[in-house]
């Protein structure tokens, strides 16, 4: 389904299903209750109630304004609050609240940090593994502006799986991530192999992009062994974003999935509800 309408038809096979229980609002209320925030919440994803609902959430540090301006992202930019040095703790006494056995950690991009907030994340990642030392971490990273100490600092405090998405193929970053580097992207991807770490990365669909583009996106991680890699549908997350260029059937992520593992990727995860931190515990191999 391919069309310049602004207004294209949600079909039926992107339509979610609210659920409404006791479990979505008391992690909503947990959450809340000490004062973090989810990239479920700031990034309207369309996944939110079903993760709430099942007790998990995709905490999301440094706060809630981004130094960049995604076409794509619902995360607002603006003034910039100090980083919290509570925060880390605070991260692990949620996660282990939420009786949470695989925890996701994101941030905002926080260009206004020398090491883009790296040395945050390894805090967060320490709370954790103090407080829950059987539990399995995985972060979602911005670029760092391509600091190897910040992203060695986070290798350095032992994530199980390192994320960084690439977003979407090259030919669009201008319009779409204008402020990133799909090489710079790459790189930390590939450094993070070289030390020796699991590499995860994702990208949308809809926003232009052609599956031949797509398929040399699936190339460029696949050279670089990156470990696991997600495609889900971009949604528009307001009037004020990009339109949705065109809605993929599920036969053609079907696709998608089967070409990833034929050039090598070992886990791809592709669907059009799919996002980089949904169901990331059954991405992990931690669930059956």
Not at 115 to 144: K, N, W
Not at 185 to 193: G, I, N
Not at 211 to 233: F, H, M, S
Request: contains cysteine; hydrophobic residues 40%; negative net charge.
């Amino acid at each position: 389904m391919c069309a310049k309408d602004n207004y294209l038809r949600i079909p039926p096979w992107l339509r979610v299903k609210i659920p409404c229980n006791k479990t979505y609002s008391a992690t909503r209320e947990l959450v809340k209750d000490l004062s973090l925030s989810t990239v479920c919440q700031s990034a309207k994803c369309p996944n939110m109630f079903e993760c709430f609902s099942e007790h998990t959430a995709t905490f999301l540090i440094m706060g809630d304004i981004c130094t960049r301006n995604c076409a794509f992202c619902n995360i607002e930019n603006g003034d910039i609050a100090p980083l919290d040095p509570t925060e880390p703790n605070r991260v692990a006494e949620a996660a282990k609240r939420l009786g949470l056995k695989h925890v996701v950690i994101t941030s905002v991009t926080r260009d206004d940090l020398a090491d883009g907030g790296a040395t945050h994340f390894a805090a967060c990642i320490s709370a954790v593994r103090e407080m829950l030392p059987e539990t399995s971490i995985e972060v979602l990273i911005p670029d760092f502006q391509g600091n190897e100490d910040a992203l060695r600092a986070v290798i350095e405090a032992k994530p199980d799986i390192i994320n960084h998405n690439v977003e979407t193929p090259p030919a669009h970053y201008e319009k779409i991530r204008p402020q990133a580097d799909y090489s710079q992207s790459l790189e930390l991807l590939r450094r993070v192999k070289a030390a020796g770490g699991v590499a995860k990365s994702g990208l949308m669909v809809g926003l232009g992009e052609t599956d031949e583009e797509v398929r040399g996106v699936v190339d460029d991680l696949a050279a670089i062994d990156c470990d696991i890699v997600t495609i889900g549908q971009y949604m528009r997350p307001s009037m004020q974003h990009p339109a949705v260029l065109r809605y993929v059937p599920p036969d053609m992520f079907e696709e998608y999935t089967r070409y990833g593992k034929g050039k090598g990727v070992a886990h791809m995860y592709s669907a059009p509800l799919v996002r980089s931190s949904y169901n990331a515990a059954l991405f992990a191999g931690l669930k059956k």
